[in-house]
């Protein structure tokens, strides 16, 4: 609000708007003093990470955290190397070390997941378009890549392998099975779907 309409409504004596800024001036300096004990906090643990680091180099749970981010932030090696001394983070070496490690672990948590037969896959169509700074007719490529992402999910809520085992029922009723006459393959249209699950009719007899 202005000058002119805080003038206005005291005039009328109305005390609410005054109030109400009273009201988020102090909800503001909650959330900074909030901000500022979060961030002592955060200062205290890395003194002490600090410490605790420059007495064993084993205590480095809260530099493998760091180094692991940098990493993820295309943070330079030489920048890390100099957190690495101060103790806030690992080396360069180290971050590739724990990088190929929970990639293995990945490898093998995925593999479990696929042989366990209960998994459903999923696949992703991307472009990355990698433009050259000086392009060249002797050079001239292409810079449009076409790449297929994909991911493998558990499947949850109970689903047992005996529920799975539909492939021969599947089989005896797909239209690519040639062995079959086309009279025993069942029909199915869109309006099939409507009636799964169908609804009860409206008091008011109205439909969509």
């Not at 009279?183 to 409206?202: G, W």
Request: hydrophobic content about 40%.
């Amino acid at each position: 609000l202005d000058m002119e309409e805080m003038e206005y409504w005291a005039a009328l004596g109305d005390d609410e708007v005054e109030a109400e800024e009273e009201a988020v001036e102090k909800k503001r300096i909650k959330i900074v003093r909030k901000c500022q004990i979060a961030l002592h906090h955060i200062k205290i643990v890395i003194i002490i990470s600090m410490l605790m680091h420059s007495q064993s180099q084993k205590c480095n749970a809260l530099a493998a955290v760091n180094g692991l981010f940098f990493h993820s932030c295309n943070t330079p090696d030489k920048v890390i190397k100099a957190l690495a001394h101060m103790g806030i983070s690992i080396s360069p070496y180290a971050i590739g070390t724990a990088v190929h490690s929970l990639s293995r672990q990945s490898a093998e948590a995925i593999q479990e997941i696929g042989q366990s037969l209960l998994a459903a896959y999923s696949y992703d169509n991307f472009d990355i378009n990698l433009p050259m700074k000086t392009p060249r007719i002797e050079k001239s490529s292409e810079t449009l890549l076409h790449l297929t992402s994909s991911d493998i999910l558990l499947l949850d809520h109970g689903v047992m392998k005996e529920d799975l085992h539909c492939s021969q029922e599947l089989w005896e009723r797909s239209p690519l099975n040639f062995t079959l006459s086309s009279m025993s393959i069942p029909r199915y249209d869109f309006d099939n779907l409507l009636k799964l699950h169908p609804e009860s009719a409206h008091l008011s007899n109205l439909t969509w």
